[in-house]
């Protein structure tokens, strides 16, 4: 995979998904308003995620990503990756399977700032959680959880 950034549009869920590609993992996934002009748009995860739109819910399970984020973050955001496509989970539910204290006010928002700072939404389904706001934008996950239904 060449490194760059990737754009395209997905009429399905009405909006442009960007993708920033570094050493052939995803590093980057962003909700532009349009296709920026320097984006290409043409690259194998966007077939993926053609896959997944027309019904292949493990279509996204095996697309190589690259994570910089906390530990405590990636505890998170690894847990939510488990959480299968058609389920969703509450804030509590994710802290518990992270591995964090569920009912440690600190640890809830530890979950909720790593859906907030998710690099990687969709491939990391952060529109899984219902009761949070993710780095996927509200009507793209509404729109997500609705393919997935």
């Known amino acids: 995979m060449t490194p760059g950034i990737y754009a395209r549009r997905f009429d399905a869920l009405d909006t442009v998904i960007q993708l920033g590609i570094a050493s052939g993992q995803v590093i980057d996934v962003s909700f532009p308003e349009s296709v920026p002009d320097d984006a290409e748009t043409d690259h194998e995860v966007f077939e993926s995620i053609e896959n997944y739109l027309d019904g292949d819910r493990l279509a996204l399970t095996e697309v190589e990503i690259a994570l910089t984020v906390p530990t405590e973050q990636r505890q998170v955001l690894d847990a939510l990756q488990n959480v299968s496509a058609g389920n969703t989970v509450t804030v509590d539910r994710l802290t518990k399977l992270a591995g964090l204290d569920q009912d440690s006010e600190a640890d809830r928002e530890t979950v ?7 690099p990687i939404p969709l491939i990391i389904p952060d529109h899984r959680v219902r009761d949070a706001e993710g ?3 509200e009507r793209v996950a509404a729109a997500l959880r609705q393919q997935e239904a």
Do not use: Y
């Not at 909720?112 to 998710?118: S, Y």
């Open 135 to 137: 780095a996927t934008p």
């Open 112 to 118: 909720r700032t790593a859906l907030r700072e998710n």
